[in-house]
């Protein structure tokens, strides 16, 4: 029931459903209705689940786009480091394959 009334309180500060429908709405659940809160304002009329869907995802954006951010920055560290990593290997590659080849600017002499 506690998350019920995160949900409706949501509802309420984006002006979707009024106090008094919240109330309306937690009664009935009080009186014995099992139906989540959300269930019981659809129902109602109060809302939409598109409505409910829209502030659960709102509130999940604001909540999560430092840890979006922190995601990002960590992504762009390891595909910087695979670059490098990319990087010296391929040079490595390009080293062993010339060592022994004059004509591709290798130096040392098969002998």
């Known amino acids: 029931m506690n998350g019920d009334i995160k949900i409706g309180k949501l509802l309420c500060d984006e002006d979707i459903i009024t106090k008094r429908q919240l109330n ?22 109060f809302c939409t689940l598109e409505d409910i869907t829209d502030v659960l995802m709102d509130t999940a954006d604001e909540h ?27 040079q490595i590659m390009y080293d062993l394959s010339t060592k022994n080849s004059p004509e591709l600017g290798g130096s040392e002499n098969r002998f």
């Open 24 to 45: 309306q709405a937690l009664q009935a659940q009080i009186k014995g209705d099992k139906r989540a809160l959300g269930e019981i304002l659809v129902d109602k009329g």
């Open 64 to 90: 999560s786009h430092e840890d979006k951010q922190e995601e990002i920055r960590q992504d762009f560290y390891a595909a910087k480091q695979e670059a490098l990593e990319d990087e010296s290997i391929h």
